[in-house]
């Protein structure tokens, strides 16, 4: 059990307006919790403290080779005034996947729940509670120990932050436009393509200006080998329901394990709805799209929770989906994922954790 210690912002600032929009990522509350981590040492000095700049020299690994881990999950207030959690266990359990395959000291289990658990209290009044909103917690782990030869720190930081959000697209439940990208890669197998690291992103970033420019919100990466396999959005996994099954790639050690993508399967599944977890290429796609058997198209993931998508784009071929609405399933499973976040829907499966 961490002994967390508690200093107190003495700058508090105001909580946003119940009433004005929130805009995904741009507004932070007034505390952070931090622990630091030594070779020899271990972890040691959590604090919830005030969110402030960090002081790091320039030399600090993280800025040279990328060595960082990141988390996201969220935090909701139920109608009684719980707080609660959505499946943290299962961030916490990718975050320490990904700290193995980046060299990242492990943190313990219990300990990254206490933390998000002490952050998220600490800031229980900025959790926003109006449809479609809620408290986005970010955990991220940074190297840094100053020096420019290339092998892990000695020494981290571990750091949650956190944010009262709304949407991450502008298009909120409405349907995204979605590029498939066939020029640039994403990630391949044996790479880090399913570890949540900050380099899997930045490789998203000349692709995704792309797609802007075309008027489409996010990419949808083939697989590196063949170019041929659907793997994932830039920041969601990806859904497809062919002739009433429902279809998504198999997690190949390229793609992100993602927890809303695991609660989607689980809930079909529950439904009775039939799902395969399998290779799905773009040709088998298209020609779903072409003969009227691609019925419904969405995207999963924390930030953007369950994202229908309106239109595919593969080169010169444009895919309209659910004539741009959005999907009996789709919104089935946005209407009880959220519920269950919410505490509106019984949680059978035991996914919520509460914030005493
Ligand atoms: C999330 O869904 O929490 C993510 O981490 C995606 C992020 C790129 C916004």
Redesign the pocket.
């Given at each position: 059990m961490l002994d967390i210690k508690f200093e107190a912002t003495k700058n508090p600032k105001p909580i946003p307006d119940e009433n004005d929009p929130l805009v995904?990522?741009t507004i932070f509350t007034n505390h952070m919790f931090v622990m630091d981590y030594e070779m020899g040492k271990g972890w040691h000095n959590p604090r919830v403290t005030e969110y402030a700049p960090i002081v790091l020299e320039p030399s600090a690994m993280v800025f040279h080779y990328g060595q960082e881990m990141?988390?996201?999950?969220k935090a909701y207030k139920s109608e009684e005034g719980k707080i609660l959690l959505f499946r943290p266990d299962k961030n916490i359990e990718r975050a320490n996947n990904t700290n193995k395959r980046i060299c990242i000291p492990q943190i313990p289990e219990e300990d990254f729940l206490q933390a998000i658990k002490a952050i998220v209290s600490a800031d229980r009044d900025w959790i926003p509670t109006k449809q479609g909103t809620s408290l986005?917690i970010?955990p991220f782990v940074i190297a840094t120990d100053p020096y420019l030869g290339v092998r892990p720190s000695n020494t981290y930081k571990f750091i949650i932050i956190l944010s009262p959000v709304g949407p991450?697209y502008k298009e909120g439940l409405d349907p995204v436009k979605i590029w498939i990208e066939d020029e640039y890669v994403r990630a391949v197998k044996g790479g880090i393509g399913e570890a949540?690291t900050g380099g899997n992103?930045v490789a998203s970033l000349a692709s995704q200006v792309k797609a802007h420019d075309e008027g489409y919100s996010q990419v949808l990466w083939l697989d590196g080998v063949d170019r041929k396999y659907i793997e994932e959005v830039?920041?969601?996994n990806i859904f497809f329901k062919i002739n009433g099954t429902v279809v998504t790639p198999m997690l190949n050690g390229s793609i992100l394990p993602?927890v809303?993508r695991d609660s989607c399967i689980a809930l079909c599944k529950q439904w009775g709805i039939p799902v395969e977890e399998r290779k799905v290429s773009i040709d088998e796609i298209y020609e779903a799209a072409k003969d009227g058997s691609l019925e419904e198209v969405w995207g999963t993931?924390?930030?953007?929770v369950i994202s229908p998508v309106g239109q595919l784009r593969w080169k010169d071929h444009i895919m309209p989906i659910q004539d741009g609405g959005i999907g009996e399933l789709s919104q089935k499973l946005y209407d009880t994922v959220t519920g269950i976040q919410l505490g509106k829907i019984e949680d059978e499966l035991n996914w919520i954790v509460e914030v005493k």
């Open positions: 995904f990522g990141f988390e996201g999950l986005y970010r991450y949540k992103y830039g920041a969601m993602g809303t993931g924390t930030a953007a």
